[in-house]
């Protein structure tokens, strides 16, 4: 079933750490817990608002050329490989650079929202991904109840998923212990992308 993979995609992307990830996660360590649910609520909503627009211009492009279809599983397939790769890459190097800059200690559940929202839609490499995210599940003749529970799935899944951030992030005990196993989780989270993406690459036909 089209949804489980769109689940499992969409699953990598959230758990994987980035912008969205480290807000929620000073969010949650810094700021009130009305605050950590604001700012979870304004990256939900921003993920809503990619998966809206990824659906409707993937389903637009498809019905103009579908050829497209084709060149964007090539397009996906190579770019969640390289999004793999550089991970586990930077991973083992480990730079040592901070987070990006996160919401302030104290901060309001209002301003929460806001910055949680705008720290995933100013995210360039959104709209990359969600695109190869439908190309990679919807069928090129899909109706308009799969486009509509594809993006529910998603919204749902990182819903699950800062929830649960949010619980573990109020326990010192298990803050303490993701810390700890950080360099695991992101060097699978890599592998898993590059999995993906090679799947993706020989499902071309």
């Given amino acids: 079933?089209?949804?489980?993979?769109?689940?499992?995609?969409?699953a990598v992307a959230a758990i994987t750490p980035g912008p969205n990830f480290f807000i929620v996660v000073r969010t949650a360590l810094e700021g009130s817990r009305s605050a950590a649910v604001?700012?979870?609520?304004?990256?939900?909503?921003?993920?809503?608002?990619?998966?809206?627009?990824?659906?409707?211009?993937?389903?637009?492009?498809?019905?103009?050329?579908?050829?497209?279809?084709l060149f964007l599983k090539v397009a996906g397939g190579l770019y969640l490989c390289f999004l793999g790769a550089k991970l586990v890459w930077h991973t083992?190097?480990?730079?040592?650079?901070?987070?990006p800059q996160a919401a302030r200690a104290g901060i309001g559940p209002k301003q929460a929202f806001y910055s949680g929202l705008a720290t995933n839609l100013a995210n360039p490499k959104s709209a990359f991904f969600v695109a190869s995210l439908f190309a990679a599940t919807l069928p090129a003749e899909h109706s308009w109840m799969q486009g509509v529970a594809a993006v529910a799935t998603m919204v749902l899944v990182s819903s699950l998923w800062y929830s649960f951030v949010l619980t573990v992030l109020r326990n010192p005990a298990l803050a303490d212990a993701y810390t700890r196993g950080r360099k695991t989780l992101d060097a699978a989270a890599g592998v898993i992308f590059m999995?993906?993406?090679?799947?993706?690459?020989?499902?071309?036909?």
């Fill in 38 to 69: 604001a700012v979870i609520a304004g990256v939900i909503l921003g993920t809503f608002c990619w998966g809206l627009a990824g659906w409707l211009g993937i389903s637009a492009l498809f019905a103009a050329a579908p050829f497209a279809h």
């Fill in 92 to 99: 083992w190097r480990k730079a040592g650079r901070g987070e």
């Fill in 195 to 205: 999995g993906f993406g090679l799947k993706l690459l020989t499902s071309v036909r």
């Fill in 1 to 10: 079933m089209f949804l489980l993979s769109v689940a499992a995609i969409w």
